[in-house]
Protein backbone atom coordinates (compact mmCIF):
# COMPACT_ATOMS: atom_id res chain seq x y z
CA UNK A 1 0.00 0.00 0.00
CA UNK A 2 2.72 2.39 0.42
CA UNK A 3 4.11 2.13 -2.77
CA UNK A 4 0.92 2.87 -4.29
CA UNK A 5 0.53 6.15 -1.95
CA UNK A 6 4.37 7.24 -2.96
CA UNK A 7 3.76 6.56 -6.91
CA UNK A 8 0.37 8.76 -6.10
CA UNK A 9 -2.15 10.28 -8.81
CA UNK A 10 1.11 13.15 -9.87
CA UNK A 11 3.81 10.46 -10.31
CA UNK A 12 1.18 8.86 -12.83
CA UNK A 13 0.61 11.70 -14.84
CA UNK A 14 4.38 12.13 -15.18
CA UNK A 15 4.57 8.39 -16.49
CA UNK A 16 1.47 9.74 -19.06
CA UNK A 17 2.97 12.29 -20.52
CA UNK A 18 6.91 11.19 -20.30
CA UNK A 19 6.03 7.50 -22.10
CA UNK A 20 4.43 9.00 -25.03
CA UNK A 21 7.06 11.37 -25.76
CA UNK A 22 9.92 8.70 -24.91
CA UNK A 23 8.45 6.63 -27.75
CA UNK A 24 7.86 9.42 -30.04
CA UNK A 25 11.94 10.65 -29.30
CA UNK A 26 13.11 7.27 -30.00
CA UNK A 27 10.55 6.83 -33.25
CA UNK A 28 12.89 10.46 -33.89
CA UNK A 29 15.95 8.96 -33.85
CA UNK A 30 15.17 5.89 -36.28
CA UNK A 31 13.90 8.68 -38.44
CA UNK A 32 16.43 11.18 -38.44
CA UNK A 33 18.62 7.84 -39.25
CA UNK A 34 16.62 7.43 -42.48
CA UNK A 35 15.96 10.52 -43.36
CA UNK A 36 12.41 11.14 -42.62
CA UNK A 37 9.93 10.45 -39.93
CA UNK A 38 5.87 9.81 -39.89
CA UNK A 39 4.45 11.54 -36.83
CA UNK A 40 1.83 12.12 -34.64
CA UNK A 41 2.05 14.14 -31.51
CA UNK A 42 -0.20 14.60 -28.51
CA UNK A 43 0.92 15.26 -24.84
CA UNK A 44 -1.39 12.84 -23.03
CA UNK A 45 -4.48 15.11 -23.06
CA UNK A 46 -2.33 18.47 -22.13
CA UNK A 47 -1.34 21.37 -24.19
CA UNK A 48 2.24 22.14 -25.70
CA UNK A 49 3.79 25.70 -26.72
CA UNK A 50 5.65 25.75 -29.71
CA UNK A 51 7.81 28.93 -30.90
CA UNK A 52 9.91 29.35 -33.97
CA UNK A 53 11.21 32.17 -35.57
CA UNK A 54 9.44 31.15 -39.19
CA UNK A 55 7.25 28.92 -40.14
CA UNK A 56 6.61 28.80 -44.30
CA UNK A 57 4.21 26.48 -46.11
CA UNK A 58 2.45 25.87 -49.36
CA UNK A 59 -1.11 24.84 -49.72
CA UNK A 60 -2.44 26.38 -46.79
CA UNK A 61 -5.61 25.48 -45.35
CA UNK A 62 -7.49 26.63 -42.25
CA UNK A 63 -10.97 25.76 -40.45
CA UNK A 64 -12.33 24.53 -37.27
CA UNK A 65 -12.86 21.16 -35.53
CA UNK A 66 -12.32 19.52 -32.21
CA UNK A 67 -9.58 17.65 -30.83
CA UNK A 68 -10.48 14.97 -28.43
CA UNK A 69 -8.56 12.45 -26.40
CA UNK A 70 -8.07 11.86 -22.47
CA UNK A 71 -6.94 14.08 -19.92
CA UNK A 72 -4.64 13.30 -17.18
CA UNK A 73 -7.33 11.74 -14.84
CA UNK A 74 -8.12 9.29 -17.75
CA UNK A 75 -12.01 10.96 -18.71
CA UNK A 76 -13.14 11.96 -21.93
CA UNK A 77 -11.97 15.36 -23.12
CA UNK A 78 -12.15 17.85 -26.28
CA UNK A 79 -11.39 20.98 -26.98
CA UNK A 80 -12.44 23.34 -29.67
CA UNK A 81 -8.89 24.44 -31.94
CA UNK A 82 -8.32 25.69 -35.01
CA UNK A 83 -6.45 23.08 -37.37
CA UNK A 84 -3.83 25.08 -39.67
CA UNK A 85 -2.71 22.62 -42.26
CA UNK A 86 0.22 23.00 -44.74
CA UNK A 87 1.16 20.49 -48.52
CA UNK A 88 4.63 20.80 -46.79
CA UNK A 89 6.41 23.35 -44.39
CA UNK A 90 9.37 24.42 -43.19
CA UNK A 91 10.32 25.35 -39.81
CA UNK A 92 13.01 27.78 -38.59
CA UNK A 93 14.23 27.70 -35.01
CA UNK A 94 11.59 25.46 -33.40
CA UNK A 95 11.20 25.04 -30.22
CA UNK A 96 8.53 22.74 -28.00
CA UNK A 97 7.71 22.30 -24.21
CA UNK A 98 5.39 21.02 -22.37
CA UNK A 99 5.25 21.14 -18.35
CA UNK A 100 4.38 18.31 -15.93
CA UNK A 101 3.55 20.27 -12.00
CA UNK A 102 4.08 18.61 -8.96
CA UNK A 103 5.73 15.86 -9.17
CA UNK A 104 6.45 13.50 -6.09
CA UNK A 105 10.45 12.73 -4.49
CA UNK A 106 10.65 16.80 -4.01
CA UNK A 107 11.30 16.94 -8.15
CA UNK A 108 8.49 19.77 -8.38
CA UNK A 109 7.77 20.96 -11.48
CA UNK A 110 9.41 19.43 -14.74
CA UNK A 111 9.56 20.96 -18.22
CA UNK A 112 10.39 18.59 -21.14
CA UNK A 113 11.78 21.15 -24.04
CA UNK A 114 12.26 19.83 -27.37
CA UNK A 115 14.72 22.15 -30.14
CA UNK A 116 15.26 21.49 -34.13
CA UNK A 117 16.32 23.49 -37.06
CA UNK A 118 18.19 25.79 -35.39
CA UNK A 119 20.40 26.46 -37.89
CA UNK A 120 18.57 28.55 -40.82
CA UNK A 121 19.99 26.65 -43.59
CA UNK A 122 18.50 23.02 -41.99
CA UNK A 123 15.25 23.97 -40.73
CA UNK A 124 12.70 21.45 -39.72
CA UNK A 125 10.86 19.82 -42.83
CA UNK A 126 7.37 18.51 -42.68
CA UNK A 127 5.23 17.22 -45.43
CA UNK A 128 1.04 17.12 -45.03
CA UNK A 129 1.46 18.91 -41.77
CA UNK A 130 -1.49 19.70 -39.54
CA UNK A 131 -1.71 21.65 -36.12
CA UNK A 132 -4.89 22.04 -33.46
CA UNK A 133 -4.12 24.85 -32.34
CA UNK A 134 -5.78 27.01 -29.20
CA UNK A 135 -4.03 30.15 -29.65
CA UNK A 136 -1.51 31.73 -32.23
CA UNK A 137 0.36 35.36 -32.07
CA UNK A 138 2.98 35.65 -35.36
CA UNK A 139 3.16 37.85 -38.46
CA UNK A 140 1.38 36.80 -41.19
CA UNK A 141 2.01 36.77 -44.57
CA UNK A 142 -0.35 34.76 -47.39
CA UNK A 143 0.19 34.92 -51.02
CA UNK A 144 -3.48 33.76 -53.23
CA UNK A 145 -5.50 34.14 -49.97
CA UNK A 146 -9.09 32.78 -50.43
CA UNK A 147 -10.73 33.47 -46.80
CA UNK A 148 -14.29 32.44 -46.74
CA UNK A 149 -14.39 29.11 -48.26
CA UNK A 150 -16.43 26.05 -46.81
CA UNK A 151 -14.20 23.67 -45.05
CA UNK A 152 -15.00 20.72 -47.80
CA UNK A 153 -13.54 22.88 -50.36
CA UNK A 154 -10.78 24.07 -48.02
CA UNK A 155 -8.76 20.48 -47.52
CA UNK A 156 -10.59 18.89 -44.51
CA UNK A 157 -7.74 16.72 -42.71
CA UNK A 158 -8.06 13.29 -43.52
CA UNK A 159 -9.56 11.37 -40.45
CA UNK A 160 -11.30 14.30 -39.10
CA UNK A 161 -13.88 14.44 -41.87
CA UNK A 162 -16.25 13.62 -38.51
CA UNK A 163 -15.20 16.22 -36.13
CA UNK A 164 -15.69 19.23 -39.10
CA UNK A 165 -18.71 20.72 -40.42
CA UNK A 166 -17.75 20.49 -44.24
CA UNK A 167 -19.65 23.33 -44.65
CA UNK A 168 -18.05 25.59 -42.09
CA UNK A 169 -15.89 28.88 -42.41
CA UNK A 170 -12.67 28.20 -43.43
CA UNK A 171 -10.00 29.92 -45.59
CA UNK A 172 -6.99 28.61 -47.72
CA UNK A 173 -3.81 29.92 -49.76
CA UNK A 174 -1.31 29.73 -51.53
CA UNK A 175 1.42 29.95 -49.58
CA UNK A 176 2.13 31.29 -45.80
CA UNK A 177 4.95 32.75 -44.07
CA UNK A 178 4.57 33.13 -40.10
CA UNK A 179 7.12 34.93 -38.65
CA UNK A 180 8.02 35.41 -34.75
CA UNK A 181 5.43 32.11 -34.21
CA UNK A 182 4.16 31.51 -30.64
CA UNK A 183 1.49 28.81 -30.15
CA UNK A 184 -0.64 26.88 -27.74
CA UNK A 185 -1.33 23.65 -29.70
CA UNK A 186 -3.29 20.38 -28.68
CA UNK A 187 -2.02 17.97 -31.21
CA UNK A 188 0.53 17.70 -34.28
CA UNK A 189 0.29 15.37 -36.88
CA UNK A 190 2.66 15.15 -40.24
CA UNK A 191 3.18 12.65 -43.32
CA UNK A 192 6.96 12.93 -42.37
CA UNK A 193 8.82 15.24 -40.05
CA UNK A 194 12.76 15.55 -40.62
CA UNK A 195 14.15 17.37 -36.94
CA UNK A 196 17.59 18.72 -37.80
CA UNK A 197 19.49 19.56 -35.01
CA UNK A 198 17.31 18.18 -32.43
CA UNK A 199 18.20 18.65 -28.74
CA UNK A 200 15.88 17.52 -25.77
CA UNK A 201 16.34 18.01 -22.13
CA UNK A 202 14.20 17.50 -19.53
CA UNK A 203 14.65 20.80 -17.00
CA UNK A 204 13.77 21.48 -13.68
CA UNK A 205 10.82 24.45 -13.10
CA UNK A 206 8.72 25.91 -15.54
CA UNK A 207 10.65 26.63 -18.13
CA UNK A 208 8.36 26.64 -21.34
CA UNK A 209 9.01 27.84 -24.75
CA UNK A 210 7.45 31.32 -23.98
Known amino acids: MSSQIRGGTRWKRFALVMVPT??????????????????????SGQSFKVTADQLHGHNFVQYGSVATGKSLDGKDAA?????????DATITNMCQSVVTPNLPFGLGDVT????????????VEATNLYLDVESLDAD??????????AAGDAGIQKGTEKKVNPNGFAQRAEEATLTHVKQTAWATTAGTFKLSNLSLRLKSGDQECY
Open 79 to 87: HAVAVSGFS
Open 112 to 123: LQLHAGTDAKHP
Open 140 to 149: ATFKNIDIGV
Open 22 to 43: VVATAAVGVGLAQGALAASFSV
